[in-house]
């Protein structure tokens, strides 16, 4: 069973950065899709951007575009989010997630991984 682990998350002023991990273990299937979500009280999870493997595509929401990057570490078992120009609306909790499917989802249904989860405080 794939497992994901977050880290990096913590409290920013807006205007910062920061850089969120997801360390994913036990991946046995070449084609995958790794994507991160965030959820804030009382709000739907939203996909913020995915990484795919078999081509290195990309895919940000447009809320996030310009300022946040999806990244494959090396080996590619370690998924990152480079978060810049942090504004309040970014605060959540951030979550990792996997699909085995050549493939990404954008519907949170089709994750069958996911981690617990970082938080990311933006105070303004």
């Known amino acids: 069973q794939v497992q994901l682990v977050e880290s990096g998350g913590g409290s920013v002023q807006a205007g910062g950065s920061l850089r969120l991990s997801c360390v994913v273990s036990?991946?046995?299937?070449?084609?995958?899709?790794v994507a991160w979500f965030r959820q804030a009280p009382g709000k739907e999870r939203e996909l913020v951007a995915t990484?795919?493997?078999?081509?290195?595509?990309?895919y940000y929401a447009a809320s996030v575009k310009g300022r946040f990057i999806i990244s494959r570490g090396n080996p590619k078992n370690t998924i990152f989010l480079q978060m810049n120009g942090l504004k309040p609306e970014d605060s959540g909790m951030y979550y990792c997630?996997?699909?085995?499917?050549?493939?990404?989802?954008?519907?949170?249904?089709?994750?069958?991984?996911w981690g617990q989860g970082t938080q990311v405080n933006v105070s303004s």
């Open positions: 997630a996997a699909a085995l499917f050549a493939w990404c989802p954008r519907d949170a249904s089709r994750f069958g991984s």
């Open positions: 990484s795919l493997s078999a081509d290195g595509s990309t």
């Open positions: 036990r991946f046995t299937y070449n084609n995958n899709c």
